[in-house]
């Protein structure tokens, strides 16, 4: 530092000339120190601490996702408000970007709740969750797929919704929500399931729990006029362009994963019902070796519980539970999270990374993050827990 003065005090003696261009190199010197200082914040990941942007403020996209585009990585997620309780959206699906996947770019706000139309889907104050984006080669569209709860609506609402961009980072148009597969049976539908038992027809399940076991209930006849119901959810595109949607539906007790159109904007039509009265929430799903995994938890709300997983040789199945893939200490709450999407990292075949929340629902903004590796052992999937790491642990592997 006393060296660095010394030099300052030399140039600032010389001619006017020669000060206006050590001035200028210095501006230059300084604003490189700041950039690298931007790029190289970190270079691990530190699940559950604070994960601060180029901005220096913590990382703002919960429930979210990864979509890999171009070389660079794409973080979209649930933008949170300091003080709030609750879930409800007031600002929107938050996007940011990074090459390396440990140093994230505030790219701002992807898809923004509607702030003057009282009538509008997602308008402020609606529950918007869990988004994901996808991007579509025959288009060169990029699909948000999201769970809607209209404002006001506590959870009975049940929706997809949809949005488009041009650009990656958006700004997102909103297109609509809906209930999906109105008017289609699951693939795997069995003839008794079509019909819902008469003492049920007019029953109300506002209440939260359900009068008997979800599989006398047949809540898949009960919506399926009106579509299915579809909360906490996901998306997959599968190595041959097919997108796939995975919601939570039927009163959260049973998993429903379903095909897109072409364009990945509606629903085929074409689904199956998995995990049936198993209560499965907060899906997230990758494929290695033509293998399907599912990690995915109980319905337990804000708290944690413990994390299920599933493999599959087919996406419509047979699904084969694995149990939890957590181990060690708290492994029976997931390490304090709820799964949310899995990363596989480009370039680097078989590599995969777990990507949960750890909700902080007395202030959402807090809520943290939980990266960790996947591994494939013992003829299943397992997560560890890691204080820090970074890309390099897989090179065990
Ligand atoms: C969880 C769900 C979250 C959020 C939360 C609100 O079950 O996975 O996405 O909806 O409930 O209670």
């Not at 006029?225 to 919601?247: C, E, I, K, P």
């Not at 049936?276 to 929430?281: I, L, T, Y």
Request: net charge negative; proline share 4%; charged share 25%.
């Amino acid at each position: 530092m006393t060296r660095t003065m010394a030099v300052l005090n030399l140039a600032l003696r010389g001619s006017p000339f020669s000060q206006k261009i050590i001035s200028i190199c210095l501006c230059c010197v300084i604003a490189l120190w700041g950039c690298s200082s931007e790029s190289n914040h970190y270079s691990a990941f530190q699940p559950g601490q604070l994960w601060l942007d180029n901005n220096d403020v913590h990382i703002n996209a919960h429930g979210g996702g990864i979509l890999f585009h171009e070389g660079v990585y794409y973080w979209f997620g649930e933008h949170k408000i300091e003080d709030r309780k609750g879930n409800a959206a007031w600002v929107g699906v938050h996007v940011y970007s990074s090459k390396d996947l440990y140093n994230w770019h505030d790219e701002g706000i992807a898809l923004s709740v509607v702030k003057d139309d009282t009538t509008h889907d997602i308008r402020e104050g609606c529950v918007l969750e869990r988004p994901k984006v996808i991007y579509n080669e025959k288009t060169g569209t990029f699909v948000m797929w999201f769970h809607l709860e209209f404002k006001g609506t506590r959870y009975r609402t049940a929706r997809s919704g949809v949005a488009v961009a041009d650009h990656v980072t958006g700004p997102y148009t909103y297109l609509r929500s809906f209930r999906p597969n109105a008017g289609f049976w699951p693939k795997n539908i069995k003839e008794q399931q079509k019909q819902v038992p008469s003492q049920y027809r007019d029953y109300d399940y506002s209440g939260g729990s359900l009068p008997d076991d979800p599989e006398k209930l047949n809540l898949i006849a009960r919506d399926y006029t009106g579509g299915q119901m579809a909360r906490d959810q996901t998306l997959f595109v599968d190595d041959d362009g097919s997108a796939y949607h995975l919601y939570a539906s039927e009163e959260n007790s049973t998993l429903h994963i379903s095909k897109l159109t072409d364009d990945y904007l509606s629903c085929s039509g074409e689904y199956v019902r998995i995990f049936e009265g198993r209560f499965m929430e907060a899906p997230a799903i990758f494929k290695h070796d033509g293998i399907y995994y599912f990690i995915g938890s109980g319905c337990t709300g804000w708290a944690p519980n413990a994390a299920r997983s599933a493999k599959a040789e087919s996406i419509w199945g047979p699904w084969q539970e694995l149990g939890n893939p957590c181990i060690g200490e708290d492994a029976e709450l997931t390490f304090h999270s709820q799964s949310t999407f899995i990363v596989p990292v480009p370039g680097k075949e078989g590599l995969f990374i777990f990507m949960a929340d750890r909700w902080r629902p007395e202030n959402a903004i807090d809520g943290r993050y939980i990266w960790l590796p996947i591994l494939f052992r013992n003829d299943r999937i397992e997560i560890e827990w890691l204080d820090e790491w970074d890309l390099r642990f897989f090179d065990h592997f």
